[in-house]
């Protein structure tokens, strides 16, 4: 299958990956964690994107594609794959329908997790990632909603989307992603 998992920062898109990935035995591919390990590596690629990262803006697309169209090449994808924050601006959805009709393949379903603006902000504070600051934290909202947001409508038109409640504990967020998975299988 081939999932994406759209969401607010915070929201639960690598936790319940972490879980679908098992689920299913399929690949997790995140971009943030993608970029997260090229700025380590000090890569070329990395270096492009640190400073919007740090400042809580979207990579730029013409990074992100490359980046997903390099790894989604590799033979470990050919049976599905589970896309956690990407894609995440039409822009990039768009190029992603584009590179999957050419390669005879398509997206099963789209996950949009749902969680209050105050309950992500307690998880995100709590967690102390890099980025987890007020004014990072502030700045990735602004850019989910006006950019990622759109999203929701683009997919939903499509007929694959599914809006799940990402409150209450992982397991029973889980057991609500693994039904509306288990209803999508082809
Ligand atoms: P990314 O790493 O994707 O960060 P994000 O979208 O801000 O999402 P988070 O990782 O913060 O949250 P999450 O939804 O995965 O939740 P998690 O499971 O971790 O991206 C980072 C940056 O990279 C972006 O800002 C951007 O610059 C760049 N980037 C990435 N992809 C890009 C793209 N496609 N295009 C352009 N730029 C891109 O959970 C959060 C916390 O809550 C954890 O501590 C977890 O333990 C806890 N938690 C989760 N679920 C629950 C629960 N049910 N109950 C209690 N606690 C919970």
Redesign the pocket.
Known sequence: MRIVFI?P????????SQRLKDYLGIVHL????M??EAQQQGTELGRA?SA??DR????P?EI?MRLVVDRTTEPDCASGCLF??????LA?AQAFDRILVERDRSLDLVIS?EVSEELLRR??L??G?H?DNEQTINE?FRQHHELTEPLVDYYRSQGILRSID?????NE?FGRIAEAVDSARP
């Open positions: 969401g920062p915070g929201s639960g898109k690598g936790t319940q995140s971009t943030g964690e970029l997260r994107a919007y990262m809580g803006e979207l990579v697309d992100v956690d924050g990407f894609p995440r601006t990039q997790l998880r995100l709590a967690r990632r980025d990735r990402g409150q209450g504990t992982p967020v």
